[in-house]
């Protein structure tokens, strides 16, 4: 069976903090793939990224970087210094078919 | 490009009515994939469609179905209609397959009372 847990449920900063999301996975494939995807108030999902499993190196793009590893069955999102505008829902996703419930990020100005 | 389209944007219906939403993928892709996004139960997979073919399928009862035609436009239907069917339905597509990078549309709000 393969499953996403995304601990956090609802996560507040001030703007220009850091904030990390963590994201565990649970799967018997040895070949599966990663995605987190960002839902804002209009509710259409925005794609972020998406990783495969052979591939571990840590990614950066702007202010968002990710950590996977793994041996901890993890892919971790961080966001530095955040934005009002990075208010969100964000998701996990292994394969597009099985996503974690989600991580409420309230950034406040 | 277009982006994904879902038609109709807000849909009420009552109990035991049946359903059907439809969506539009980007120009050039040929797999379209279904969600449905609840409080309670939050994202779920439905089903898949690639050359007008079912996939792959989530864990739903058969009163939800879809279909794909041949130039990728997809349509799902739900019917016998109940009270825990409300919630936003989802439309992604990609070139190919599921594990691709997927691209969403606004989705379809539906609430039956």
């Given at each position: 069976a393969q499953k996403v847990t995304q601990a956090q449920t609802e996560i507040s900063v001030v703007e220009k903090e850091d904030v990390t999301l963590d994201c565990v996975y649970e799967t018997r494939d040895t070949t599966y793939y990663l995605f987190w995807y960002k839902q804002p108030p209009s509710g259409e999902l925005v794609f972020l990224i998406r990783r495969n499993s052979f591939d571990e190196q840590n990614e950066i793009s702007g202010r968002y970087s990710w950590n996977f590893q793994k041996s901890t069955s993890s892919f971790n999102f961080t966001i530095t210094a955040?934005?009002?505008?990075?208010s969100a829902v964000y998701f996990c996703a292994l394969n597009m078919l099985t996503f974690g419930g989600g991580t409420r990020l309230m950034v406040k100005p | 490009k277009a982006g994904v389209t879902q038609t109709p944007r807000y849909l009420i219906k009552t109990r035991g009515q049946q359903v059907t939403l439809s969506c539009s993928p980007i120009s050039g892709h040929r797999s379209v994939s279904w969600y449905q996004q609840t409080p309670g139960q939050g994202l779920q997979f439905l089903f898949e469609y690639f050359s007008e073919t079912q996939r792959n399928k989530g864990?739903?009862?058969?009163r939800f179905s879809g279909r794909q035609f041949s130039n990728s436009r997809s349509e799902m239907n739900v019917s016998t209609?109940?009270?825990?069917?409300s919630a936003l339905y989802l439309c992604a597509s990609s070139l190919?397959?599921?594990?691709?990078t997927q691209y969403f549309g606004p989705g379809t709000r539906l609430l039956v009372l």
């Open positions: 955040s934005q009002v505008v990075d | 864990n739903f009862p058969g209609l109940e009270l825990g069917d190919r397959e599921t594990w691709e």
